[in-house]
């Protein structure tokens, strides 16, 4: 079956899927029966739409040599919405810049999708954070499928686990490390870097967001926590129901001392009793949490009849996070 798809953004994480859906696609062939055509893809410059299919190498190639998508074969102007009204795609693929505020961009164009019977996968959390119950109810009128478990860690199948394979289980307790690039830089600080270094080594390796004040601060795990407290728990929570701390004031001789104690400090997210918090806390360093050394992002699920389960995952690119962008989509198509 052939699969039209749309990227929306073509950053790292887009990149990275490109690459994975070339070298995978004769197991995504052979073992799903599934091709995906790229069709149209978009950059901060503007559309391109090519409905025999653009060649994804060539795609990747040319934005790493500088070249915005205005001067793609295809241009179609700067409106995605506007450029797609006339044409049929199976799949949007959304991973543009957060914006926790209003959704920004992003989401009306995955609404926009979505009222068109088009399914959608997303890396952005800001279309989730802002728009959870609208969106699902969306998909559902449409019959459209609304995916996004690259939104929390990546390629840590955090919400994949909860939802599917915890049939029936009450969620007593889930905490977890949810972003990479402070538990780097908090790592990086008492190995003996500077902040600015180990930030910048973040934003290198295509990590950090955007925007990395969103890391920091803690605001990136607080909209992970908010995706999977209100899509796994039922809940219905906004960014204001989370009480927010960053790692902004740990010093490298905080971390030292704790160190010498046997103990770490950790940006730890916290679902329990209704209770909602980001926040840096002291944890020995042989606590499953306190162990999720630099790349690691790490989840305990304390749940009334699946016991306590602990995941954990090394990701310094984003290739798991395109990775499970691509395992949305298949999930989406496969019928197997
Ligand atoms: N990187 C990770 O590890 C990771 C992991 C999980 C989730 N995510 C999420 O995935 C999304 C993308 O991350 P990334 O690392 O790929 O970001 P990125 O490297 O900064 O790329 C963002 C892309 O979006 C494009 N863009 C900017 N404004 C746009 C607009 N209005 N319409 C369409 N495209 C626009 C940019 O265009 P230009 O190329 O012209 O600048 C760029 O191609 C973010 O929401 C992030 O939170 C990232």
Known sequence: MEIKAVLNGMGSVHKNLLRILED?????????DL?????????????AINQNGYDKLELCTDKENGIPVRDFQGYAGDD?????????YDILFEASPVDHKTGGRALEVVKNALMLGSSVVLA??????????????????????????????????VLNIAERDMIAGEFINIRGVFNGTSNFICDGLLKGMTYEDALKEAQDVGAA???????????DTAFKLLI???????????????????????TADMLRAEAARGNTIKLVASAK?????????????????????????AVEIHSDIYGISYHKLYEKEPIPTAASMMRDAVNIFSKN
Request: charged share 20%; net charge negative.
């Open 24 to 32: 995978k696609k004769d197991i995504l062939s052979d073992k799903y």
């Open 35 to 47: 091709t995906f055509n790229i069709i149209a893809v978009t950059d901060s410059s503007g559309v």
């Open 80 to 88: 995605l919405s506007v450029a797609l009204k006339n044409i049929d």
């Open 124 to 157: 952005n959390k800001g279309p989730v954070v802002v728009a959870h119950g609208e969106l699902h109810q969306l998909a559902k009128d449409n019959q459209a499928q609304l995916k996004y478990s690259a939104t929390v860690c990546g390629g840590l199948p």
């Open 209 to 219: 967001e955007a925007d990395p004040s969103l890391d920091v601060d803690g605001w």
């Open 228 to 250: 999977i407290v209100n899509s796994v728990l039922g809940a219905n929570i906004t960014l204001d129901d989370i009480d927010v701390t960053g790692i902004t004031d740990i």
């Open 273 to 297: 009793n209704g209770k909602y918090s980001v926040k840096p806390i002291v944890l020995a360093k042989s606590d499953f949490l306190g162990s999720c050394d630099g790349w690691e992002m």
